[in-house]
């Protein structure tokens, strides 16, 4: 599943390019045009990297990031700051809140698409990696095709979707609200009970005989992709 990245900026034109530039990246994408909206963003749906304007409607970028850092669901979350405050003191009052990276306007695209790629590679590989691999499970993203033991394993588009997904942090449970909005995106409404169903195709295809099953159910929480496995 692709990262996926939250514009914090209130600038309609900035944000629309960095949107079209980052998904023609192959990124999913979600903004916000205040400090408040991408709080409020924050508390249901944590992203793999935030790009943060300083100056903001409502909460400043500053103080944003500030506020995550002490929230222990979102300290480790990879923050780049944008802004126009280009002196060295302002930089470094940046990254002392909390970013892990700053950008000055008017800045350079492809510049900050390498900073954003180097950054999600540096704070979680598998976003970013050619393939996955955990036990005797082997996912590659370029062919998206799935093995286990050397054998394929036939998927359709969904259930291929769903366990990179799951993959992606192996031990992390994942809502079935969650899953619903990272594997089959915001804007699809379908119902809650479709996950299990998909569960429960993607089980069938990946266990055969007395295979191990990776995924595991926590009940009344939702999925997730049994950590203990990738030693198993």
Not at 101 to 112: C, G, H, I, N, T
């Amino acid at each position: 599943m692709s990262p996926h990245i939250l514009i914090v900026e209130d600038e309609a034109d900035l944000a629309l390019m960095l949107r079209y530039n980052l998904e023609a990246e192959g990124y999913k994408v979600s903004a916000a045009e205040s400090g408040d909206e991408a709080d409020l963003i924050m508390r249901e749906d944590v992203p793999d990297l935030i790009l943060l304007d300083w100056m903001l409607p409502g909460l400043s970028g500053i103080e944003l990031c500030r506020r995550w850092r002490t929230r222990e669901e979102t300290q480790r979350t990879p923050i780049i700051m944008m802004t126009a405050r280009g002196e060295e003191e302002e930089r470094v009052r940046g990254l002392a809140t909390g970013a892990d990276d700053y950008v000055v306007k008017p800045f350079s695209v492809p510049e900050l698409l390498a900073r954003v790629k180097a950054l999600l590679r540096r704070s979680n590989p598998h976003l970013t990696a050619q393939s996955l691999a955990a036990g005797d499970i082997e996912l590659d993203r370029e062919t998206h095709r799935v093995r286990r033991s050397g054998r394929e394993v036939h998927l359709g588009p969904t259930e291929y979707r769903l366990l990179e997904y799951l993959m992606q942090n192996p031990g992390r449970v994942y809502s079935r609200e969650q899953l619903l909005d990272g594997v089959w995106g915001h804007d699809v409404y379908v119902d809650e009970r479709t996950v299990d169903v998909h569960v429960g195709r993607l089980r069938k295809a990946i266990n055969r005989g007395r295979s191990k099953d990776p995924i595991r159910t926590v009940r009344g929480a939702g999925y997730s992709f049994d950590e203990k496995f990738a030693t198993a």
